[in-house]
């Protein structure tokens, strides 16, 4: 069970869009502190896949992109393989992540817009690691 208060008398469209935030930002902390334990309990990168297409199957979560220390997200529910830089020039947008490795933040958060694989509008929002460096 979860429970959100919402104490705007009529929330703004910022107010909305701050809302929504903070909670994708907690769904990337648990997924963050999920892979964590997981791999620490010896499950594997196809189990704990097939636990994050489970989770996007059944909620609102439309990606999961967790990567190792290089930028490459080999834990996602997407089957696609990508691998963000550090370089803003070949990643734009994905490239803003990499602060979440280098651990100059914890989090970072997109505004919603097209994203750089296709036309997409997609909300980005990522945490660093629990356990080592890496982009949730």
């Known amino acids: 069970l979860m429970a959100c208060l919402c104490a705007f008398s009529t929330p703004s469209r910022a107010d909305c869009d701050e809302v929504i935030s903070r909670h ?4 990337a902390m648990l997924a963050a502190h999920f ?3 997981a791999e620490r309990g ?3 990168a196809d189990q ?3 636990v994050l297409k489970d989770i996007a199957s059944s909620s609102a979560i439309e990606e999961f992109w967790i990567t190792d220390g290089t930028g490459h997200a080999y834990l996602t529910n997407t089957g696609v393989d990508f691998t963000f830089s550090r370089d803003p020039a070949k990643q734009p947008q994905a490239s803003a992540f990499w602060a979440l490795i ?3 933040k ?3 958060i997109q505004e919603a817009r097209k994203r750089e694989i296709d036309d997409k509008i997609f909300k980005y929002v990522g945490v660093a690691g629990v ?3 890496r982009i949730v």
């Open 131 to 133: 356990d080592k460096p």
């Open 24 to 27: 994708m930002v907690g769904q």
């Open 48 to 50: 704990i896949n097939a």
């Open 35 to 37: 892979v964590a334990s």
């Open 42 to 44: 010896g499950m594997t």
């Open 102 to 104: 280098d651990g100059s």
């Open 106 to 108: 914890k989090i970072v």
